[in-house]
């Protein structure tokens, strides 16, 4: 048995890319969606001892192909030689039940389909395992138990995986360290502390909750574009610069006097989601000269709590629960009323919650 497994010499969008060596019993993450990383995973696929990310057919006539077809023709694939015996304790590790081998791949809950894939690339015996995005679909405490139970099995038999996800709680478990792979490009590799706290592309900085910006440090300050948001800094040079969702202010009038500077910017809303328990908006500068695009909470259905914890249905200012920005409307039916795509609102950044850090670190 190998004791690591080289990731040098990996392909991603026709390029090498060099991940390092991964520890047998450890799990290396990668952070992209199933089309950025899916060549990443193959060519990690390709290497020798490796099993081949067990993917489930999709469509009415896969549908209806039994279980356990599927198994033999993927344990088949994966050259596996591990037995029946091997099978059976992979399935009962995993929870795959007699009765779920004899049912159809349509008529799988995400629960159990997430069971099966682990337990048929456990099966092959194969010492590095790879995985597309196992956790997809899964609800929550499913979920956090899977991927507890993959990550144990792993440090106990001395086997290695390499997984993709979208999702950031999937990488808790990813103990080799992360990478972070966008639009044909390895954007970040370290830590999962790392590669949060100073997010170096658009999906670690949207599942940490922050907008992220390339910007200027010279002569004291940073600078973001050509816009008048500006913070001190001892850095210099080119920098990432990362602002939360709630790290600005908003209000439908210019001359609210809740804004403390003078540099208030016109925007637009330009999209609205749900975020977990917040609503938030999208919003795009009126004059890229003065402000900035953002994502920003626009109010939180959990409430909104004091330093203390205590949650504020009523205060004194008027803010109804759950708001964020009484100058948008003190109740979330005004904030509906007020606010829609195309809205025009104003807006004071707290440059208090911008961090900047250097472009140089990762290269």
């Given at each position: 048995?190998?004791?690591?497994?080289?990731?040098?010499?990996?392909?991603?969008?026709?390029?090498?890319?060099?991940?390092?060596?991964?520890?047998?019993?450890?799990?290396?993450?990668?952070?992209?969606s199933?089309?950025?990383?899916?060549?990443?995973?193959?060519?990690?696929?390709?290497?020798?001892?490796?099993?081949?990310?067990?993917?489930?057919?999709?469509?009415?006539?896969?549908?209806?192909?039994?279980?356990?077809?599927?198994?033999?023709?993927?344990?088949?694939?994966?050259?596996?030689?591990?037995?029946?015996?091997?099978?059976?304790?992979?399935?009962?590790?995993?929870?795959?039940?007699?009765?779920?081998?004899?049912?159809?791949?349509?008529?799988?809950?995400?629960?159990?389909?997430?069971?099966?894939?682990?337990?048929?690339?456990w099966?092959?015996?194969?010492?590095?395992?790879?995985?597309?995005?196992?956790?997809?679909?899964?609800?929550?405490?499913?979920?956090?138990?899977?991927?507890?139970?993959?990550?144990?099995?792993?440090?106990?038999?001395?086997?290695?995986?390499?997984?993709?996800?979208?999702?950031?709680t999937?990488?808790?478990?990813?103990?080799?360290?992360?990478?972070?792979?966008?639009?044909?490009?390895?954007?970040?590799?370290?830590?999962?502390?790392?590669?949060?706290?100073?997010?170096?592309?658009?999906?670690?900085?949207?599942?940490?909750?922050?907008?992220?910006?390339?910007?200027?440090?010279?002569?004291?300050?940073?600078?973001?574009?050509?816009?008048?948001?500006?913070?001190?800094?001892?850095?210099?040079?080119?920098?990432?610069?990362?602002?939360?969702?709630?790290?600005?202010?908003?209000?439908?009038?210019?001359?609210?006097?809740?804004?403390?500077?003078?540099?208030?910017?016109?925007?637009?809303?330009?999209?609205?989601?749900?975020?977990?328990?917040?609503?938030?908006?999208?919003?795009?500068?009126?004059?890229t000269?003065?402000?900035?695009?953002?994502?920003?909470d626009?109010?939180?259905?959990?409430?909104?709590?004091?330093?203390?914890?205590?949650?504020?249905?009523?205060?004194?200012?008027?803010?109804?629960?759950?708001?964020?920005?009484?100058?948008?409307?003190?109740?979330?039916?005004?904030?509906?009323?007020?606010?829609?795509?195309?809205?025009h609102?104003?807006?004071?950044?707290?440059?208090?919650?911008?961090?900047?850090y250097?472009?140089?670190?990762?290269?």
């Open positions: 048995m190998n004791d690591e497994l080289s990731l040098s010499g990996l392909s991603l969008d026709g390029r090498r890319i060099d991940l390092g060596r991964l520890r047998a019993g450890t799990v290396l993450g990668l952070m992209g199933p089309e950025d990383t899916a060549e990443v995973i193959a060519s990690v696929a390709a290497l020798s001892d490796v099993a081949p990310a067990p993917q489930l057919p999709t469509g009415i006539r896969a549908g209806r192909k039994r279980v356990r077809r599927w198994v033999k023709e993927y344990l088949r694939r994966a050259d596996a030689g591990s037995g029946e015996a091997a099978s059976a304790a992979a399935y009962s590790d995993f929870g795959v039940s007699p009765a779920l081998l004899d049912a159809r791949l349509g008529e799988l809950g995400p629960g159990d389909a997430a069971r099966l894939r682990l337990a048929v690339a099966a092959t015996g194969a010492q590095w395992l790879t995985f597309v995005d196992p956790f997809a679909s899964v609800p929550g405490h499913i979920r956090t138990g899977l991927r507890a139970r993959l990550a144990e099995r792993a440090a106990e038999t001395g086997r290695g995986i390499v997984f993709s996800s979208t999702t950031l999937d990488f808790t478990v990813a103990e080799a360290g992360v990478a972070d792979i966008e639009k044909g490009q390895l954007v970040a590799f370290g830590s999962l502390e790392q590669i949060i706290a100073e997010p170096r592309g658009a999906l670690p900085a949207e599942l940490s909750g922050v907008n992220i910006y390339s910007g200027l440090a010279r002569k004291g300050w940073v600078s973001i574009g050509h816009s008048a948001v500006r913070a001190r800094t001892e850095l210099d040079g080119k920098v990432f610069v990362t602002l939360g969702f709630r790290s600005a202010l908003l209000s439908l009038d210019e001359r609210d006097p809740a804004f403390t500077s003078a540099t208030v910017f016109e925007a637009i809303v330009v999209g609205l989601r749900d975020r977990g328990s917040c609503i938030q908006a999208k919003l795009s500068p009126v004059d000269e003065m402000g900035l695009p953002l994502t920003v626009l109010a939180d259905l959990a409430g909104v709590r004091d330093s203390a914890g205590r949650l504020h249905l009523e205060p004194a200012d008027g803010r109804g629960f759950g708001v964020l920005h009484p100058g948008l409307g003190a109740s979330i039916s005004e904030l509906r009323t007020n606010v829609k795509v195309g809205t609102v104003f807006v004071e950044v707290d440059t208090s919650g911008l961090q900047a250097s472009v140089e670190q990762f290269d």
